[in-house]
Protein backbone atom coordinates (compact mmCIF):
# COMPACT_ATOMS: atom_id res chain seq x y z
CA UNK A 1 0.00 0.00 0.00
CA UNK A 2 1.48 3.77 -1.17
CA UNK A 3 2.08 6.04 2.04
CA UNK A 4 1.61 10.23 1.52
CA UNK A 5 5.08 11.12 1.96
CA UNK A 6 6.27 13.70 4.65
CA UNK A 7 8.73 16.57 4.87
CA UNK A 8 10.72 16.40 7.46
CA UNK A 9 10.68 19.96 9.62
CA UNK A 10 12.13 21.45 12.67
CA UNK A 11 13.76 18.06 13.48
CA UNK A 12 10.71 15.75 13.10
CA UNK A 13 8.72 14.21 10.25
CA UNK A 14 5.80 16.14 9.65
CA UNK A 15 2.63 14.04 7.91
CA UNK A 16 -0.26 15.65 6.65
CA UNK A 17 -3.55 15.46 7.30
CA UNK A 18 -4.88 14.33 3.82
CA UNK A 19 -3.50 11.74 2.03
CA UNK A 20 -2.56 13.87 -1.37
CA UNK A 21 -2.76 12.72 -5.06
CA UNK A 22 -1.36 9.78 -6.35
CA UNK A 23 2.24 9.36 -7.74
CA UNK A 24 2.44 7.06 -10.46
CA UNK A 25 4.82 4.34 -11.29
CA UNK A 26 6.52 5.44 -14.35
CA UNK A 27 6.59 1.82 -15.79
CA UNK A 28 3.05 0.63 -14.91
CA UNK A 29 0.97 3.41 -13.40
CA UNK A 30 0.35 1.73 -10.71
CA UNK A 31 0.67 4.64 -7.28
CA UNK A 32 4.08 4.60 -5.82
CA UNK A 33 3.55 7.08 -3.32
CA UNK A 34 0.64 10.05 -2.40
CA UNK A 35 1.32 13.62 -2.18
CA UNK A 36 0.18 15.94 -0.43
CA UNK A 37 -0.04 20.19 -0.85
CA UNK A 38 -0.47 20.86 2.81
CA UNK A 39 3.26 20.57 3.97
CA UNK A 40 4.57 22.21 7.12
CA UNK A 41 5.00 25.58 8.37
CA UNK A 42 7.73 27.06 6.14
CA UNK A 43 8.07 29.83 7.71
CA UNK A 44 9.37 27.93 11.35
CA UNK A 45 11.04 25.75 8.61
CA UNK A 46 13.28 28.81 7.81
CA UNK A 47 12.87 30.42 11.56
CA UNK A 48 14.87 26.94 12.50
CA UNK A 49 17.60 26.61 9.66
CA UNK A 50 18.72 30.42 10.67
CA UNK A 51 18.59 29.86 14.36
CA UNK A 52 19.90 25.95 14.85
CA UNK A 53 21.03 24.63 11.79
CA UNK A 54 23.41 27.92 10.69
CA UNK A 55 25.37 28.32 13.93
CA UNK A 56 26.07 24.30 14.41
CA UNK A 57 27.43 24.60 10.97
CA UNK A 58 29.28 27.68 11.11
CA UNK A 59 30.98 26.45 14.47
CA UNK A 60 32.57 23.47 12.41
CA UNK A 61 35.60 24.31 10.46
CA UNK A 62 35.96 23.43 6.43
CA UNK A 63 37.59 20.59 7.05
CA UNK A 64 35.10 19.19 9.63
CA UNK A 65 31.94 20.16 7.18
CA UNK A 66 33.99 17.78 4.91
CA UNK A 67 34.62 14.55 6.35
CA UNK A 68 31.28 15.11 7.32
CA UNK A 69 30.12 14.96 3.61
CA UNK A 70 32.60 11.94 2.91
CA UNK A 71 31.10 10.40 5.50
CA UNK A 72 27.54 11.24 4.65
CA UNK A 73 28.41 9.45 1.25
CA UNK A 74 29.88 6.20 2.22
CA UNK A 75 26.83 5.99 4.49
CA UNK A 76 24.29 6.48 1.67
CA UNK A 77 26.58 3.74 -0.94
CA UNK A 78 25.13 1.35 1.70
CA UNK A 79 22.11 1.93 1.21
CA UNK A 80 22.15 1.46 -2.71
CA UNK A 81 20.06 -1.12 -3.64
CA UNK A 82 17.19 1.14 -1.51
CA UNK A 83 17.40 3.91 -3.94
CA UNK A 84 17.61 1.77 -7.04
CA UNK A 85 15.03 0.00 -7.02
CA UNK A 86 12.79 3.99 -6.45
CA UNK A 87 14.57 5.28 -8.99
CA UNK A 88 13.54 2.49 -11.90
CA UNK A 89 10.04 3.32 -10.67
CA UNK A 90 10.79 6.92 -11.93
CA UNK A 91 11.39 5.26 -15.16
CA UNK A 92 15.20 5.43 -15.06
CA UNK A 93 17.43 2.45 -16.12
CA UNK A 94 20.48 1.03 -14.23
CA UNK A 95 22.88 3.31 -16.27
CA UNK A 96 20.11 6.26 -15.83
CA UNK A 97 20.43 5.45 -12.03
CA UNK A 98 24.13 5.45 -11.96
CA UNK A 99 24.35 8.84 -13.42
CA UNK A 100 21.68 10.03 -10.21
CA UNK A 101 22.40 7.89 -7.67
CA UNK A 102 25.73 7.33 -7.85
CA UNK A 103 26.73 10.65 -9.38
CA UNK A 104 25.17 12.85 -6.43
CA UNK A 105 27.02 10.12 -3.89
CA UNK A 106 30.04 10.71 -5.81
CA UNK A 107 29.48 15.07 -5.73
CA UNK A 108 29.77 14.34 -1.77
CA UNK A 109 32.86 12.39 -2.07
CA UNK A 110 34.53 14.72 -4.34
CA UNK A 111 33.52 17.96 -2.42
CA UNK A 112 34.76 16.58 0.83
CA UNK A 113 38.07 16.16 -1.14
CA UNK A 114 37.83 19.49 -2.94
CA UNK A 115 36.77 20.88 1.12
CA UNK A 116 39.56 19.38 2.71
CA UNK A 117 42.34 20.35 0.04
CA UNK A 118 41.58 23.27 -1.22
CA UNK A 119 40.04 25.09 2.03
CA UNK A 120 41.93 26.20 5.22
CA UNK A 121 41.28 24.00 8.28
CA UNK A 122 39.08 27.40 9.34
CA UNK A 123 35.86 29.18 9.18
CA UNK A 124 37.32 31.65 6.83
CA UNK A 125 38.78 31.52 3.63
CA UNK A 126 41.41 34.79 2.66
CA UNK A 127 40.57 35.39 -0.50
CA UNK A 128 43.75 36.79 -2.56
CA UNK A 129 47.25 37.99 -1.11
CA UNK A 130 47.43 41.56 1.32
CA UNK A 131 47.00 44.47 -0.21
CA UNK A 132 49.30 47.21 1.25
CA UNK A 133 47.52 50.48 1.51
CA UNK A 134 50.12 52.75 3.24
CA UNK A 135 53.80 53.17 2.77
CA UNK A 136 55.14 52.16 6.14
CA UNK A 137 52.68 49.20 5.85
CA UNK A 138 50.55 49.77 9.14
CA UNK A 139 47.45 50.23 6.95
CA UNK A 140 46.69 46.83 5.16
CA UNK A 141 43.73 45.43 3.21
CA UNK A 142 42.40 41.83 2.94
CA UNK A 143 39.74 40.10 0.96
CA UNK A 144 37.58 37.19 2.63
CA UNK A 145 34.95 35.11 2.59
CA UNK A 146 32.42 34.75 5.61
CA UNK A 147 29.36 32.17 5.96
CA UNK A 148 26.14 34.31 5.60
CA UNK A 149 24.09 33.84 8.80
CA UNK A 150 21.17 32.57 6.23
CA UNK A 151 19.38 29.46 4.67
CA UNK A 152 20.10 27.66 1.18
CA UNK A 153 16.82 27.06 -0.39
CA UNK A 154 16.71 24.09 -2.79
CA UNK A 155 14.10 23.87 -5.63
CA UNK A 156 14.44 21.06 -7.66
CA UNK A 157 13.31 19.06 -11.08
CA UNK A 158 12.04 16.02 -11.53
CA UNK A 159 14.64 14.63 -13.52
CA UNK A 160 17.49 14.27 -11.26
CA UNK A 161 15.92 13.79 -7.79
CA UNK A 162 18.95 12.38 -6.25
CA UNK A 163 21.96 14.04 -7.51
CA UNK A 164 20.04 17.29 -7.68
CA UNK A 165 19.80 17.59 -4.58
CA UNK A 166 23.25 16.39 -3.32
CA UNK A 167 24.81 18.80 -5.87
CA UNK A 168 23.50 21.93 -4.18
CA UNK A 169 23.49 20.57 -0.91
CA UNK A 170 27.09 19.87 -0.83
CA UNK A 171 28.72 23.32 -1.48
CA UNK A 172 26.07 24.99 0.43
CA UNK A 173 27.13 22.85 3.24
CA UNK A 174 30.53 22.99 2.97
CA UNK A 175 29.71 27.08 2.71
CA UNK A 176 28.04 26.95 6.39
CA UNK A 177 24.73 27.12 5.25
CA UNK A 178 21.63 24.98 6.14
CA UNK A 179 19.08 23.50 3.60
CA UNK A 180 15.87 23.31 2.63
CA UNK A 181 15.50 20.73 -0.19
CA UNK A 182 11.93 21.17 -1.92
CA UNK A 183 11.93 18.30 -4.50
CA UNK A 184 9.74 18.31 -7.65
CA UNK A 185 5.90 16.24 -6.85
CA UNK A 186 6.62 13.29 -9.83
CA UNK A 187 9.92 11.91 -8.02
CA UNK A 188 9.48 12.83 -4.39
CA UNK A 189 9.61 9.72 -3.19
CA UNK A 190 13.09 8.71 -3.75
CA UNK A 191 14.27 12.28 -2.70
CA UNK A 192 12.14 11.80 0.23
CA UNK A 193 13.89 7.88 0.72
CA UNK A 194 17.32 9.35 0.63
CA UNK A 195 16.57 11.97 2.60
CA UNK A 196 15.52 9.73 5.52
CA UNK A 197 19.03 8.03 5.26
CA UNK A 198 20.94 11.27 5.72
CA UNK A 199 18.76 11.86 9.10
CA UNK A 200 19.11 8.37 10.42
CA UNK A 201 22.91 8.78 9.83
CA UNK A 202 23.30 10.63 12.73
CA UNK A 203 25.75 12.78 10.94
CA UNK A 204 23.96 15.86 9.89
CA UNK A 205 24.15 18.90 12.69
CA UNK A 206 20.45 19.42 13.77
CA UNK A 207 18.90 21.98 11.57
CA UNK A 208 21.44 22.28 8.96
CA UNK A 209 18.89 20.04 6.54
CA UNK A 210 14.70 20.07 5.48
CA UNK A 211 13.19 18.51 3.52
CA UNK A 212 9.68 20.04 2.21
CA UNK A 213 7.33 18.02 0.28
CA UNK A 214 4.17 19.52 -1.72
CA UNK A 215 3.83 22.94 -2.49
CA UNK A 216 6.42 25.92 -1.61
CA UNK A 217 4.17 28.55 -2.14
CA UNK A 218 5.32 31.43 0.59
CA UNK A 219 8.59 29.68 0.89
CA UNK A 220 10.49 33.24 -0.57
CA UNK A 221 7.80 35.81 1.21
CA UNK A 222 10.47 34.99 3.94
CA UNK A 223 13.39 35.05 2.79
CA UNK A 224 15.83 38.15 2.81
CA UNK A 225 18.93 39.20 1.76
CA UNK A 226 21.05 36.39 3.67
CA UNK A 227 19.25 33.41 1.88
CA UNK A 228 19.98 31.43 -1.21
CA UNK A 229 17.88 30.18 -3.78
CA UNK A 230 18.82 27.85 -6.26
CA UNK A 231 15.91 26.72 -8.84
CA UNK A 232 16.47 24.27 -11.57
CA UNK A 233 13.28 23.64 -14.15
CA UNK A 234 11.67 25.43 -16.64
CA UNK A 235 12.57 29.45 -17.82
CA UNK A 236 9.17 30.53 -17.60
CA UNK A 237 8.95 29.40 -13.94
CA UNK A 238 12.72 30.93 -12.91
CA UNK A 239 10.83 34.42 -14.97
CA UNK A 240 8.13 33.90 -12.03
CA UNK A 241 10.65 33.42 -8.93
CA UNK A 242 12.94 36.48 -10.17
CA UNK A 243 9.91 38.78 -10.11
CA UNK A 244 9.41 38.07 -6.70
CA UNK A 245 9.65 40.86 -4.40
CA UNK A 246 12.27 39.37 -2.33
CA UNK A 247 14.05 38.89 -4.97
CA UNK A 248 13.78 42.06 -6.65
CA UNK A 249 13.76 44.47 -3.70
CA UNK A 250 14.90 42.01 -0.56
CA UNK A 251 18.35 40.99 -1.52
CA UNK A 252 17.60 37.25 -1.42
CA UNK A 253 20.46 35.52 -3.98
CA UNK A 254 18.59 33.57 -7.12
CA UNK A 255 20.28 31.01 -8.85
CA UNK A 256 18.42 29.27 -11.95
CA UNK A 257 19.34 26.64 -14.19
CA UNK A 258 16.67 26.28 -17.20
CA UNK A 259 15.76 25.30 -20.49
CA UNK A 260 18.95 25.06 -22.41
CA UNK A 261 18.83 24.14 -25.98
CA UNK A 262 22.41 22.28 -26.29
CA UNK A 263 24.11 21.56 -29.39
CA UNK A 264 27.03 19.20 -30.41
CA UNK A 265 28.88 20.51 -33.49
CA UNK A 266 30.87 17.95 -35.73
CA UNK A 267 33.68 19.95 -37.47
CA UNK A 268 34.34 20.11 -41.30
CA UNK A 269 37.43 18.30 -40.93
CA UNK A 270 36.02 14.97 -39.99
CA UNK A 271 34.58 12.51 -42.70
CA UNK A 272 32.73 9.12 -42.15
CA UNK A 273 36.01 6.77 -42.05
CA UNK A 274 37.58 9.04 -39.07
CA UNK A 275 36.71 7.77 -36.11
CA UNK A 276 35.44 11.29 -34.59
CA UNK A 277 32.38 10.36 -36.82
CA UNK A 278 31.22 7.56 -34.99
CA UNK A 279 32.50 9.26 -31.63
CA UNK A 280 29.94 11.90 -32.98
CA UNK A 281 27.41 10.02 -33.78
CA UNK A 282 27.70 7.47 -30.29
CA UNK A 283 27.61 10.67 -27.98
CA UNK A 284 24.45 12.07 -29.85
CA UNK A 285 22.18 8.59 -29.70
CA UNK A 286 23.55 8.63 -25.87
CA UNK A 287 22.29 12.01 -25.02
CA UNK A 288 18.95 11.78 -26.76
CA UNK A 289 18.47 8.33 -24.88
CA UNK A 290 20.35 8.59 -21.10
CA UNK A 291 17.38 9.39 -18.73
CA UNK A 292 14.80 8.93 -22.42
CA UNK A 293 16.55 12.66 -23.18
CA UNK A 294 15.13 13.98 -20.01
CA UNK A 295 18.56 16.16 -19.05
CA UNK A 296 18.76 19.57 -19.16
CA UNK A 297 22.33 18.89 -20.60
CA UNK A 298 21.30 16.85 -23.26
CA UNK A 299 21.90 17.59 -26.94
CA UNK A 300 18.96 18.75 -28.52
CA UNK A 301 20.28 20.30 -31.81
CA UNK A 302 23.10 18.23 -34.14
CA UNK A 303 24.49 21.19 -36.09
CA UNK A 304 26.63 19.19 -39.21
CA UNK A 305 28.56 20.27 -42.20
CA UNK A 306 26.05 20.59 -45.01
CA UNK A 307 28.04 17.80 -46.69
CA UNK A 308 27.72 15.11 -43.97
CA UNK A 309 23.95 15.98 -42.78
CA UNK A 310 22.50 12.99 -45.14
CA UNK A 311 25.85 10.51 -43.35
CA UNK A 312 25.22 11.80 -39.95
CA UNK A 313 20.83 11.23 -40.37
CA UNK A 314 21.74 7.92 -41.73
CA UNK A 315 23.99 6.77 -38.72
CA UNK A 316 22.29 8.04 -36.22
CA UNK A 317 18.31 6.12 -37.68
CA UNK A 318 20.59 2.89 -37.46
CA UNK A 319 21.76 3.20 -34.49
CA UNK A 320 18.87 4.53 -32.47
CA UNK A 321 16.80 1.56 -34.55
CA UNK A 322 18.90 -0.97 -32.00
CA UNK A 323 17.59 1.01 -29.19
CA UNK A 324 15.79 -1.30 -26.84
CA UNK A 325 12.71 0.35 -25.13
CA UNK A 326 10.72 -0.92 -22.25
CA UNK A 327 10.86 -1.03 -18.46
CA UNK A 328 13.76 0.24 -16.68
CA UNK A 329 14.35 -2.88 -14.60
CA UNK A 330 14.81 -5.22 -17.69
CA UNK A 331 17.38 -6.73 -18.75
CA UNK A 332 19.12 -5.53 -22.05
CA UNK A 333 16.32 -2.04 -21.92
CA UNK A 334 18.54 0.63 -23.38
CA UNK A 335 16.28 3.36 -22.59
CA UNK A 336 13.15 3.53 -20.05
CA UNK A 337 10.27 5.78 -19.87
CA UNK A 338 9.57 9.33 -19.55
CA UNK A 339 8.96 10.18 -15.85
CA UNK A 340 4.78 10.50 -15.96
CA UNK A 341 2.26 10.40 -18.75
CA UNK A 342 2.10 14.06 -18.44
CA UNK A 343 5.39 14.44 -19.56
CA UNK A 344 4.86 12.30 -22.32
CA UNK A 345 2.64 14.61 -23.52
CA UNK A 346 4.55 18.09 -23.13
CA UNK A 347 7.11 16.08 -25.08
CA UNK A 348 5.10 15.34 -28.27
CA UNK A 349 3.17 18.77 -28.10
CA UNK A 350 7.16 20.17 -28.33
CA UNK A 351 7.60 17.71 -31.35
CA UNK A 352 4.71 18.63 -33.64
CA UNK A 353 5.57 22.34 -33.14
CA UNK A 354 9.38 21.19 -34.67
CA UNK A 355 7.52 19.47 -37.27
CA UNK A 356 6.26 23.23 -39.17
CA UNK A 357 9.82 23.26 -39.41
CA UNK A 358 11.59 19.99 -40.15
CA UNK A 359 11.24 16.41 -41.20
CA UNK A 360 10.70 13.37 -39.26
CA UNK A 361 13.53 11.02 -40.30
CA UNK A 362 13.43 8.90 -37.11
CA UNK A 363 11.05 7.30 -34.92
CA UNK A 364 6.92 7.33 -34.31
CA UNK A 365 4.50 10.11 -32.75
CA UNK A 366 1.60 7.63 -31.71
CA UNK A 367 3.21 4.48 -30.37
CA UNK A 368 6.45 2.62 -29.61
CA UNK A 369 6.95 -0.79 -29.53
CA UNK A 370 8.41 -2.20 -25.22
CA UNK A 371 9.55 -4.75 -23.81
CA UNK A 372 8.64 -5.84 -20.15
CA UNK A 373 6.17 -3.51 -19.88
CA UNK A 374 2.51 -2.11 -21.26
CA UNK A 375 3.16 0.92 -23.73
CA UNK A 376 0.05 2.71 -23.14
CA UNK A 377 -0.30 2.38 -19.15
CA UNK A 378 3.72 3.45 -18.90
CA UNK A 379 4.94 6.88 -19.89
CA UNK A 380 7.09 5.27 -23.07
CA UNK A 381 7.83 7.06 -26.26
CA UNK A 382 9.79 6.15 -29.25
CA UNK A 383 13.11 8.15 -29.74
CA UNK A 384 12.65 10.78 -32.82
CA UNK A 385 15.23 12.29 -34.42
CA UNK A 386 14.14 15.32 -36.78
CA UNK A 387 16.11 16.98 -39.80
CA UNK A 388 15.68 20.50 -39.99
CA UNK A 389 14.81 22.77 -43.66
CA UNK A 390 16.47 25.61 -44.33
CA UNK A 391 16.19 28.73 -42.29
CA UNK A 392 14.27 27.12 -39.55
CA UNK A 393 13.51 28.84 -36.47
CA UNK A 394 11.50 26.53 -34.38
CA UNK A 395 14.77 24.21 -33.41
CA UNK A 396 16.13 26.93 -31.81
CA UNK A 397 13.51 28.11 -29.74
CA UNK A 398 11.60 25.12 -28.82
CA UNK A 399 12.76 22.68 -26.17
CA UNK A 400 11.20 18.89 -26.42
CA UNK A 401 12.13 17.53 -23.25
CA UNK A 402 12.52 14.11 -24.11
CA UNK A 403 14.45 11.48 -26.80
CA UNK A 404 14.37 14.18 -29.24
CA UNK A 405 17.38 15.90 -31.59
CA UNK A 406 17.45 17.58 -34.65
CA UNK A 407 20.08 17.35 -37.64
CA UNK A 408 21.12 20.94 -38.55
CA UNK A 409 23.02 21.80 -41.54
CA UNK A 410 26.05 24.29 -41.54
CA UNK A 411 27.86 25.62 -44.92
CA UNK A 412 31.06 27.05 -42.44
CA UNK A 413 32.01 27.19 -39.20
CA UNK A 414 30.83 31.06 -39.10
CA UNK A 415 27.30 29.66 -39.66
CA UNK A 416 27.98 26.87 -37.17
CA UNK A 417 28.58 29.02 -34.43
CA UNK A 418 25.65 31.45 -35.43
CA UNK A 419 22.94 28.54 -35.19
CA UNK A 420 24.53 27.76 -31.96
CA UNK A 421 24.15 31.26 -30.39
CA UNK A 422 20.39 31.34 -31.97
CA UNK A 423 20.04 28.83 -28.86
CA UNK A 424 20.31 32.40 -26.64
CA UNK A 425 22.11 30.42 -23.99
CA UNK A 426 22.87 26.70 -23.32
CA UNK A 427 24.28 24.98 -20.22
CA UNK A 428 26.90 22.83 -22.48
CA UNK A 429 27.93 22.59 -26.06
CA UNK A 430 30.46 20.00 -27.90
CA UNK A 431 32.68 19.76 -30.81
CA UNK A 432 33.91 16.86 -32.56
CA UNK A 433 36.78 17.55 -34.27
CA UNK A 434 40.73 16.55 -34.81
CA UNK A 435 41.55 19.56 -35.78
CA UNK A 436 42.85 22.48 -33.25
CA UNK A 437 42.46 24.86 -35.66
CA UNK A 438 38.45 24.24 -36.29
CA UNK A 439 38.33 23.91 -32.24
CA UNK A 440 39.81 27.03 -31.58
CA UNK A 441 37.41 28.55 -33.81
CA UNK A 442 34.68 26.83 -32.66
CA UNK A 443 35.33 26.82 -28.75
CA UNK A 444 35.84 31.09 -29.16
CA UNK A 445 32.66 31.09 -31.04
CA UNK A 446 30.70 29.09 -28.43
CA UNK A 447 32.18 30.20 -25.31
CA UNK A 448 30.49 33.10 -24.71
CA UNK A 449 26.81 31.78 -25.23
CA UNK A 450 27.93 28.58 -22.93
CA UNK A 451 28.84 27.45 -19.52
CA UNK A 452 30.79 24.36 -20.61
CA UNK A 453 32.12 23.09 -23.69
CA UNK A 454 33.35 19.64 -24.49
CA UNK A 455 36.20 19.29 -27.54
CA UNK A 456 36.14 15.87 -28.56
CA UNK A 457 38.26 13.85 -30.55
CA UNK A 458 39.91 10.66 -30.74
CA UNK A 459 42.79 11.23 -28.29
CA UNK A 460 40.52 12.03 -25.08
CA UNK A 461 37.73 9.63 -25.88
CA UNK A 462 38.67 6.89 -24.07
CA UNK A 463 38.87 9.07 -20.31
CA UNK A 464 36.25 11.83 -21.70
CA UNK A 465 33.17 11.92 -19.01
CA UNK A 466 30.75 13.37 -22.21
CA UNK A 467 28.78 15.54 -23.49
CA UNK A 468 26.07 15.36 -20.76
CA UNK A 469 27.76 14.68 -17.44
CA UNK A 470 28.26 17.88 -15.16
CA UNK A 471 30.84 17.32 -12.82
CA UNK A 472 31.59 18.49 -9.49
CA UNK A 473 35.18 20.35 -10.23
CA UNK A 474 33.32 22.59 -13.27
CA UNK A 475 30.70 24.76 -13.23
CA UNK A 476 27.82 23.82 -14.05
CA UNK A 477 25.78 26.53 -16.13
CA UNK A 478 25.24 29.07 -18.73
CA UNK A 479 23.89 32.68 -19.88
CA UNK A 480 20.90 33.69 -21.16
CA UNK A 481 18.19 30.88 -22.01
CA UNK A 482 20.02 28.80 -19.98
CA UNK A 483 19.40 31.06 -16.38
CA UNK A 484 22.49 32.88 -16.43
CA UNK A 485 23.65 31.08 -12.68
CA UNK A 486 26.00 28.30 -11.76
CA UNK A 487 26.20 25.72 -9.47
CA UNK A 488 29.23 23.16 -8.50
CA UNK A 489 32.50 24.26 -9.75
CA UNK A 490 34.11 23.68 -6.98
CA UNK A 491 35.65 25.76 -4.37
CA UNK A 492 33.93 28.41 -6.10
CA UNK A 493 30.57 26.93 -5.75
CA UNK A 494 31.19 27.11 -2.32
CA UNK A 495 32.20 30.95 -2.45
CA UNK A 496 29.26 31.43 -4.33
CA UNK A 497 27.41 30.52 -0.86
CA UNK A 498 29.89 33.07 1.16
CA UNK A 499 29.95 36.38 1.45
CA UNK A 500 33.37 38.37 0.16
CA UNK A 501 34.49 41.33 2.02
CA UNK A 502 37.17 43.30 2.09
CA UNK A 503 38.55 44.14 5.60
CA UNK A 504 40.66 47.59 5.98
CA UNK A 505 43.02 47.01 9.53
CA UNK A 506 46.53 47.17 10.41
CA UNK A 507 48.48 44.29 9.41
CA UNK A 508 48.40 42.75 13.51
CA UNK A 509 44.44 43.23 13.23
CA UNK A 510 43.55 41.33 9.58
CA UNK A 511 41.68 38.73 9.63
CA UNK A 512 43.12 35.09 9.53
CA UNK A 513 42.72 31.68 8.47
CA UNK A 514 42.53 30.37 12.02
CA UNK A 515 40.16 27.91 13.12
CA UNK A 516 39.09 25.13 15.77
CA UNK A 517 40.76 22.20 13.83
CA UNK A 518 44.54 21.72 13.40
CA UNK A 519 46.75 24.24 12.78
CA UNK A 520 46.77 25.95 9.14
CA UNK A 521 49.58 28.13 7.91
CA UNK A 522 48.53 31.45 7.42
CA UNK A 523 48.21 33.05 3.83
CA UNK A 524 51.19 34.79 4.40
CA UNK A 525 53.26 32.07 5.75
CA UNK A 526 53.34 30.83 1.78
CA UNK A 527 54.70 33.87 0.23
CA UNK A 528 57.97 35.37 0.13
CA UNK A 529 59.50 38.58 -1.10
CA UNK A 530 59.66 39.35 -5.21
CA UNK A 531 63.25 38.40 -5.59
CA UNK A 532 62.86 35.45 -3.71
CA UNK A 533 59.72 34.07 -5.53
CA UNK A 534 61.85 32.61 -8.34
CA UNK A 535 63.46 30.16 -5.86
CA UNK A 536 61.87 26.40 -6.01
CA UNK A 537 61.95 26.17 -1.85
CA UNK A 538 59.98 29.44 -1.23
CA UNK A 539 57.72 29.33 1.01
CA UNK A 540 58.85 26.22 3.14
CA UNK A 541 58.73 28.00 6.57
CA UNK A 542 56.10 26.89 8.69
CA UNK A 543 56.83 28.41 11.58
CA UNK A 544 56.11 32.07 13.04
CA UNK A 545 58.14 33.80 15.92
CA UNK A 546 56.87 33.98 19.52
CA UNK A 547 55.15 36.93 20.28
CA UNK A 548 57.95 38.38 22.17
CA UNK A 549 60.24 38.63 19.08
CA UNK A 550 57.23 39.66 17.22
CA UNK A 551 57.20 42.44 19.93
CA UNK A 552 60.52 43.41 19.46
CA UNK A 553 60.26 42.82 15.43
CA UNK A 554 57.81 45.40 15.11
CA UNK A 555 59.43 47.99 17.77
CA UNK A 556 63.01 47.41 15.80
CA UNK A 557 61.93 47.61 11.97
CA UNK A 558 58.88 49.45 11.61
CA UNK A 559 59.86 52.76 12.86
CA UNK A 560 60.62 54.98 9.92
CA UNK A 561 63.85 56.08 12.36
CA UNK A 562 65.24 52.48 12.18
CA UNK A 563 68.68 52.16 11.07
CA UNK A 564 68.21 49.28 9.47
CA UNK A 565 65.32 50.49 7.35
CA UNK A 566 67.30 53.81 6.56
CA UNK A 567 70.49 52.77 5.23
CA UNK A 568 71.54 52.82 1.62
CA UNK A 569 72.91 49.44 0.51
CA UNK A 570 75.99 50.59 -1.42
CA UNK A 571 76.39 49.44 -5.43
CA UNK A 572 76.67 45.89 -5.77
CA UNK A 573 76.17 42.77 -8.16
CA UNK A 574 72.06 41.74 -7.76
CA UNK A 575 72.87 38.55 -5.15
CA UNK A 576 70.86 35.33 -5.47
CA UNK A 577 67.50 35.47 -4.16
CA UNK A 578 67.00 33.53 -0.93
CA UNK A 579 65.30 30.03 -0.51
CA UNK A 580 63.09 30.84 2.29
CA UNK A 581 60.75 32.70 3.08
CA UNK A 582 60.97 33.20 7.11
CA UNK A 583 57.82 35.86 7.46
CA UNK A 584 56.07 33.56 9.19
CA UNK A 585 52.57 34.35 9.78
CA UNK A 586 52.22 37.39 11.07
CA UNK A 587 53.08 39.79 8.12
CA UNK A 588 55.50 42.34 10.27
CA UNK A 589 57.41 39.52 11.96
CA UNK A 590 61.20 39.43 11.62
CA UNK A 591 62.24 36.22 11.67
CA UNK A 592 66.14 34.27 11.59
CA UNK A 593 66.91 31.51 9.52
CA UNK A 594 70.05 30.13 7.74
CA UNK A 595 71.15 31.73 4.86
CA UNK A 596 70.66 30.82 1.17
CA UNK A 597 74.48 29.42 0.80
CA UNK A 598 74.33 27.86 4.52
CA UNK A 599 77.17 30.48 5.69
CA UNK A 600 76.55 29.69 9.39
CA UNK A 601 77.76 32.94 10.76
CA UNK A 602 75.42 34.91 8.31
CA UNK A 603 71.78 35.08 9.33
CA UNK A 604 68.87 36.07 7.16
CA UNK A 605 65.86 38.66 8.49
CA UNK A 606 62.71 38.74 6.43
CA UNK A 607 60.18 41.34 6.71
CA UNK A 608 56.70 41.47 5.12
CA UNK A 609 56.77 44.71 4.11
CA UNK A 610 58.73 47.35 1.29
CA UNK A 611 60.61 48.51 4.72
CA UNK A 612 62.00 44.33 5.05
CA UNK A 613 65.77 43.89 4.08
CA UNK A 614 67.10 40.61 3.17
CA UNK A 615 71.09 39.87 4.49
CA UNK A 616 72.34 37.32 2.28
CA UNK A 617 75.60 35.80 1.75
CA UNK A 618 78.06 37.44 -0.67
CA UNK A 619 81.10 36.30 -2.26
CA UNK A 620 83.23 38.12 0.30
CA UNK A 621 83.40 36.71 3.92
CA UNK A 622 81.08 39.30 5.26
CA UNK A 623 77.74 39.23 3.99
CA UNK A 624 76.12 42.42 2.25
CA UNK A 625 72.60 43.92 2.54
CA UNK A 626 70.15 44.63 0.04
CA UNK A 627 66.91 45.65 -0.35
CA UNK A 628 63.87 43.59 -1.14
CA UNK A 629 60.23 44.67 -1.56
CA UNK A 630 58.20 42.35 1.42
CA UNK A 631 56.01 39.26 1.23
CA UNK A 632 52.41 39.54 0.29
Not at 132 to 153: D, K, M
Not at 607 to 618: A, D, F, N
Request: hydrophobic share 35%; glycine share 10%.
Amino acid sequence: MSHTLESYARGAWFTPEDEGAPLADANTGETVARISANGPDVAGMIDYARSVGGPALRALTFHQRAIILKQLAAYLTEHKDEFYALSHRTGATGRDTMVDVDGGFGTLFSFSSKGRRELPNSTVILDGPVEPLSRQGTFVGQHVYTSRPGVAVQINAFNFPVWGMLEKLAPAFLAGMPSIVKPASQTAYLTEAVVRRMVESGLLPEGSLQLLVGTHRGLLDHLGPQDVVGFTGSAATGALLREHPNVVRGGVQLNVEADSLNCSILGPDVGVEDPEFDLFVKQVVTEMTVKAGQKCTAIRRVIVPQSMADAVTEAVSARLSAVVVGAADHDGVRMGPLATLDQRAEVTKAVRALLASADLVHGDLDGVEVVGADAETGAFMSPILLRARPEAAEPHEVEPFGPVSTVIAYEDLAQAVELAARGRGSLVGSVVTHDPDVAREVVLGLAPWHGRILVLDRDDAKESTGHGSPLPMLVHGGPGRAGGGEEMGGVRGVKHHMQRTAIQASPDMRPRSRGTGPPVPDATSARCTRSARTSPSCGSATRSPPRSARSRARTSTTSPSSPVTRSTPTPMRRQPPPTRCSAGSWPTATWWSRSPRGCSSTRLRARCWPTSVWTTCGSSPRSRRARASGCD
